[in-house]
Structure formats: C-alpha cells, structure tokens
C-alpha cells in the first residue's frame, strides 16, 4: 500500500499507509494524524484538511482544480503547493508522497 508522510508544523513526521482509491485526508483520519481536521468529511466544503505537498510531490500530484481553489480562499497561510488532501486520490504513483501539515487549520 502506498505510503504517506505527514510532517507537523513542529517537523514531527508520521507515516501511514494509504489505500489506493481512497484520499490523503482518509488516511490522516484513519491514522489519527494530527493537524488534518477535515470537518466537512471530504465534500471539498471545509478547508479544514489542508496541507502543502512538498515539492519533489507537487508536479505529481497536480495543481487544485477550480472548486478546490475557490476553497482554498479560506484556508489560512496558503502557498503555492497548497493543496486540500479529500481532493488528492491516492494512487500507486504516490508511494513516499509527503505533505506538511499548517500551524492551524482554518
Ligand atoms: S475535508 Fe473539508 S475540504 Fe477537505
């Protein structure tokens, strides 16, 4: 199964396994993964899951699509590889992906 890193603000990592076809912000949840609050279960409706993908991941895993930039207004300290993880799919390709978690969600 596809591995996921999760670094905190703090740079505390933690690696977790994904299940290709679920999303990056399922398997914080399942994992309990600090940082990744996803209140809105992954409608693309909350802000509260997003992350940065690091950026050797960024070119793979693609920039937001248009809804999902539209919610990335609200989320705080947005950077250029700010992504909402219920919106990346997991797939074998994103095997060692690696997202840093913000501050705050929100
Ligand atoms: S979980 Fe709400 S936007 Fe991702």
């Excluded at 299940?19 to 399922?26: D, F, K, P």
């Excluded at 802000?47 to 991941?57: I, Q, S």
């Excluded at 300290?77 to 978690?101: F, K, M, N, W």
Aim: negative net charge; hydrophobic residues 40%; glycine residues 10%.
């Amino acid at each position: 199964m596809p591995k996921i890193t999760f670094v905190d603000h703090a740079g505390t990592a933690r690696t977790v396994e994904g299940v290709a076809g679920s999303t990056v912000m399922e398997a914080a949840i399942r994992n309990n993964v600090p940082g990744v609050d996803a209140e809105c279960g992954g409608a693309c409706a909350c802000a509260t899951c997003h992350v940065y993908v690091d950026g050797e991941w960024a070119a793979i895993v693609g920039p937001a699509q248009d809804m999902e930039q539209d919610m990335l207004d609200f989320a705080s300290d947005v950077r250029a590889t700010s992504r909402l993880c219920c919106q990346i799919r997991i797939t074998p390709e994103l095997d060692g992906l690696t997202v840093t978690t913000p501050a705050r969600q929100g």
